[in-house]
């Protein structure tokens, strides 16, 4: 009988290809589900399913007892507030910490979390690597930078722009930003259980080295969708009055937007390249997708889906 990993994070973009990458390399998996979500297509993988959310003490005791590793990869990317923020990111990873002493534990974090100053998103992921910090066991997060692939939403608007013809970008010259394919970093995360490097932050991408300007994205996205396009740069303030629109929506009671004033910080920062190869290197990693073939990739699922 396989190893047994405990899984967060199963229902979100990241999850499914998570639990189908843990399944190829033999693990058998148990997933913490929130009441109100449904189970993901598991691709005939069996799973254990324990009900509950990350505030939930019994339920994390419940997912965790008898496991020989955690994969945390469970995250608010938009929310109501910092606090909000804060209480799901950095709060339930030290819960889910507590409740997993001395087992191999892996966290899904992000580049953000390199500029905590930038967002109230970026602060909590920070704090969630530092909530790790004098645990008991071997731990690891896992910086990952913009993820894109089958099942993202969030990317989604920017497909739909390049297949109108249009190319947005922040105003903003020589910016630079790492990237990765969904299915990439699922292995990444899968492969990272076994790794050596102990009580470490590390970084991911495809393996690019400098990352990816603007023009580079739109011209695979342009191939991909099959349409020629005119690149455009959107200037900070059109974005800020988008996100205020977005803060006062919130307010009223619309749901969380993910383009709020933290976000746009987040988009006019120059360098989210990798830094740190010391992961790749360990792992042996070699992406199946880089940015011409992984957008394909995307753009043929979104048609599928007929999201696009």
Known sequence: MGRLVAVTGATGFVGPHLVAALARRGWRVRLLIRRWSPVPSLAGTEAEIVLGDLA??????????????????????????S???????RDGTARLSAAAPGVPFVLL??????????????????????????????????????????????????????ARGWAPRPRLAEARLALIHVTDLA???????????????????????????????AAAASAAVGRRVRSFGVPRTALRIVAAANGLRQALGGPPQILTGGKVDEMFHSDWTVHDRRLATVLAFRPRYDLPAGFRDTVMWYRRQKWL
């Open 109 to 162: 974090s992000s580049l953000a979390a390199r500029e905590p100053q930038l967002s109230p998103y970026a602060g909590s992921k920070r704090a969630a690597e530092q909530a790790l910090a004098g645990r008991a066991g071997r731990w690891l997060a896992v910086r990952a930078p913009a993820v894109y692939g089958p099942g993202d939403r969030e990317t989604l608007a920017y497909f739909r722009a390049i």
């Open 56 to 81: 939930d003490d019994a339920a994390l005791r419940r997912l965790t007892a008898g496991v020989d590793a955690v994969v945390h990869a469970a995250g608010l990317i938009k929310a109501r507030s």
């Open 187 to 217: 292995e990444v995360l899968a492969l990272a259980i076994d790794n050596s490097t102990a009580e470490s932050v590390c970084e991911i991408d495809d393996g690019r080295e400098g990352g990816y300007s603007y023009d580079d994205m």
């Open 83 to 89: 606090s909000d923020f804060l209480r799901v990111n």
